[in-house]
Every structure is written in structure tokens, then in C-alpha cells.
């Protein structure tokens, strides 16, 4: 006996386990099964539905792992040559039947109306099941029950049932791992989708409603991207969907220009070198054909992390800094402030000031501590220390930067104290 089944992964743990079973109960009745599985491979489950319920044209299709897994063992001989095919049961008025691994019930066994005639003794009774048996030649028989030890020549009935009762169990076993359970198997931890479906529905609620961590989300009670996401993935049935989950579904539908974000957004992330933990696992995610559930919530941040670089390639490509002044000389700069850090060294803190002139060039002072204010315009000497690039920028490195606050907060405070002070004196 050899019988080839496709099974779930969603599923398979708890097939084994009755495998292992069944098995057990093989083993006491001088029976051996063994069974063997394929590698894991996508396959199709259902579609997505639209708004309405209907399946989405076009088809979206949801995936899950599938793998073939191969029974064997030696289905027991009959005595007079005879080979056991399957069990015909009623259910409610109508046909089961349960096969043998391996073993195909001819059609005629399907009609209630001979359900439980026996051909042995060419009777009709109130059977529970009956049996249906195949000789060396190819010829099929149903026999009741009550009858199968006077057909089989006396011999004791008991251990064969056992036996069939067992390769029917088989069979339910490995059809049933076969079967995709929408509420238990199919739950969203054992689906695959697409990642390139899972980026367009990223970019489609990006678009809707910006980008939001789940940190974010958090801390301004706001709905993480990831979970939009998810929503659009998975939505309610549609039986239990309510006005506002329409309403979500109906704005938050994928566009022809969300895909084509999606897949230009793939494709960067597959090229990501990985310098940190998070590129790296980002790289991994995009250049995966399918994810599982819990891969959604990073490849949810692809379209934040595209578009953000894409800003930054905009940013550089309009980049008008040149270097300015010479290399060792002082001359007097009015720059404005854009961004401060601090950096700890063994020589104590150092904050780095960066500023740009009114053209765009871009100006770095790093100072022992003392920091700048962000937004104020600067006007002082300082020596120009160095003409460096970084990122792709060029930047004038300045020491010794001796500087008034010309403008912004500082100043306008200053301004106004002095208008103050004038109509106090004009009173």
C-alpha cells in the first residue's frame, strides 16, 4: 500500500500526532505504516472578497504551505484472495464511504438504495455498514457485517475489522490534513500572502493615512500602519461587517499607483545592504515571493522606509553646497542653524552645529559643549578648518567660530525688550 495525500502545514502537527497513534494501534495487530513528507510549497486557498463579500476582480489570491505526504504499509490480504476496497455508512438517509487508503469505491456503491443489501446473502437490512471487498480479478463484492465471517470461510471476523477499521482511520487521517479549515487550520497564522500584495496594501494606507508605528500608535492612541494593514488583509466577514468596516475597505482600496509604489519599493528593499538589524531583516522580507502573519507588521514599514529615502535622494539631488572660503583662513560667516548633536568623547562632550549660509552651503562647527540654538542666524568669525564631503554633500568644516544671534529667538526676545523699553519712554 502506497497513497499520496496533500496536506496543510496549518494542520500537519495534529495529523502526525494521530499518525503516530494510529500507528501504535498498526503495530498490535502485526501491521507497519510509515509515512514520508514533501517540502513546503505555496499554494492557493481562497481569493480576497471585495467590500460587498464577492471575490475581488481580479482575483487576489491567499496563499498557505502545502507539502505531498506519502503513506505506505502493507494493506492485509483476505482470505480466498480477497482485498478490502472500503466501508459503506448511511448518514441520514444518504451514502459515506470511506476507502482504504489507496482504494477507489466504484460509483454504483454511491445509490442509498443499496446501501445495505449484501450481496452474500442477497439481503436487505437495517445495516450500520457494509462492506466492500475486491478479488484477484478485479471483481467487487458488499457484504454485511453479520456475514463477512461465513463469506471469508469461518475465520474469526473480529481482528479483520480491527484491521479496516484502522485503514479507514488512515485514510479520514490523512484526507482530513488535506482539507483547509477556514476557522481553525486557516487562522491568519498559517496564511501566506503575496509580499507583493502586502506592499500595495502598505502603500494604499500609507497614502490614506500616513505612516504610524506601533510606538507611535501607542503613545498618541492612534492605529499603527501594521494594523491597517491587516485590516484590509483580513477583514470581518462579511456577514459581520459593519457600515464603518465598509467604509474603511472602500477607502483604503488598492490603486493601480500603490502597486506600482509597492514594487519599486520591493525592489530598493531587495537591494538594501543591511547595515542595521532592521534593513537587513527588511531585505529579507522583500525578497521572499510569500510571508506569513508575522512578517506583515515589518514589511508594513517598507513604504515609510522607500518614501524617506526617496526625500533624502531629493534632498541631495537639489544640493547646491560648494565649499567655501580657503582652508586656513578666517573670514565672517552669517549662518543659520538646522540641527545640533551631542557626542561624547574621551576628551568630554562635543556638539556638532550645523548651520547653512543664505545660498544653501552647508557649514559644521563642532564645539566643546557650547550649543546652538536651532532656527537662529549667527553672525561671527570662524576659521575654516577643513572642506569635507559626507553622504554625497559637501560641507565646510569651521573651528574657532566667534558668534552674536542675528535673528530668531534669541533676537526677536532682545527686539522686543527693546520696543518695550521705547514706549515705556515715549509714555
Known sequence: MESTYQVWQASWNATESRLEKLAKRAAKLGMTITWSLGAWTPAVVGYERDVDGMIAIPKVPIYANQATATLTGETPKLPGGWTLVGVIELLEGNVLLRNVPGETMPVLYRDAARATLCEHCNAKR????????????????????????????????????????????????????????????????????????????????????GWCSRKNAEIYEKRATAENVIEVLMPPKFSYRTEADREFLEAHEVTDADTAEAETAIEWGKALEGVTDYEYNLSVVCRAEYIEFKHVGILASLISAYQRHMGQQRKRAAETSTFQGEVGKRAVYTLKVEHTQDFESNYGLRVMNRMRDEHGNLFVWWSSGERLEVGNTYTGKATVKAHEEYKGRKQTTLTRFKAACVAGKVWDDALSGLMEVGSEAAA
Open 126 to 209: 437495517n445495516r450500520t455498514a457494509t462492506f466492500v471487498v475486491r478479488d484477484e480479478a478485479g471483481a467487487h463484492k458488499q457484504v454485511g457485517r453479520q456475514c463477512l465471517a461465513d463469506f471469508l470461510g469461518h475465520v474469526d471476523p473480529h481482528a479483520l475489522i480491527a484491521g479496516a477499521e484502522l485503514l479507514l482511520d488512515l485514510n479520514d487521517c490523512m484526507s482530513s490534513a488535506g482539507e483547509w479549515d477556514e476557522e481553525g487550520g486557516g487562522s491568519r497564522e498559517r496564511r501566506l500572502w503575496a509580499t507583493s500584495r502586502v506592499a500595495a496594501i502598505s502603500a494604499a494606507c500609507v497614502r490614506v493615512d
